[in-house]
């Protein structure tokens, strides 16, 4: 490797909104961020699904066919 090109790279402290506190390595000094993989609904399981059906179906029960 070239010398003197290369960002140093340094133990980061990441702190989200939520609270959630994560320990890695970066080139940035502390960071805050407003969502992590803690409080995000996609990884917590709590995203709300809609599956009741497709256009035909809302189409069906809007008109009472079927």
């Known amino acids: 490797m070239k010398e003197g090109i290369h960002p ?6 990441i702190t989200c909104a939520c609270g959630n506190v994560l320990e890695v390595g970066s080139t940035k000094k502390d960071i805050k961020v407003d ?3 803690k409080c995000h ?6 995203l709300r699904l809609d599956t009741t059906g497709g256009r035909a179906d809302k189409f069906k029960k809007k008109y009472g066919l079927e």
């Open 8 to 13: 140093t790279y340094n133990q980061t402290t």
């Open 35 to 37: 969502i992590c993989s």
């Open 41 to 46: 609904p996609y990884w917590t399981g709590n």
